[in-house]
């Protein structure tokens, strides 16, 4: 399934333009031409990653930003804002609003999707990461809930090890034909 992408601008041509340079990289491309659009956009359909432009006239890219970023479901989504700006002040705004990235205008292809690639793999381990907490939380939780119950006198081990290997394979998703 390939990453989803949204990209929140105004501008009818940057929309067009960056959405044709990230779908023929693969990658399905949603669209919103407000900030407020980009917020339902994001909390609707959890992109894997956002584009995002600073000025735009309903609500700049830092209020939209921020709020992205302070909703509990979305935060970790990787935002990267683009603009005509080239004031220094700018990308420290950005960079305070939960900005990963910041990318001046005129765009460079190459360090766009260079970028794009970046945080989508960062993202991507950050996610594999916390599914292997949650796995070592589970185990853990199995084993203290284990030694709660330990008899010396009434342990077998085989069923002990059925169990285990059970939650793995249930934790996984995997499955196993006998």
């Known amino acids: 399934m390939p990453e989803k992408i949204l990209i929140i601008d105004d501008d009818v041509e940057t929309l067009r333009l960056v959405g044709m ?31 995002l432009d600073v000025m735009m006239p309903d609500m700049n890219g830092y209020e939209v930003c921020r709020q992205i970023k302070a909703d509990g479901e979305n935060g970790n989504i990787p935002v990267v804002m683009i603009t005509s700006l080239q004031n220094r002040n700018e990308r420290t705004k950005g960079i305070e609003a939960g900005a990963e990235d910041f990318i001046s205008k005129p765009i460079d292809q190459g360090e766009v999707l260079a970028r794009i690639r970046m945080l989508l793999r960062m993202n991507e381990l950050h996610e594999r990461l916390g599914r292997a907490y949650a796995s070592i939380t589970n185990l853990a939780t199995f084993g203290a809930q284990a030694l709660k119950s330990f008899d010396p006198q009434e342990f077998e081990l085989m069923p002990q090890v059925d169990m285990l290997v059970g939650q793995i394979i249930q934790q996984s998703g995997e499955t196993i034909d006998r």
């Open 21 to 51: 340079m990230l779908q023929k990289q693969g990658y399905e491309i949603v669209v919103a031409s407000s900030g407020l659009q980009g917020i339902e956009s994001a909390h609707d359909i959890r992109p894997d990653l956002i584009v």
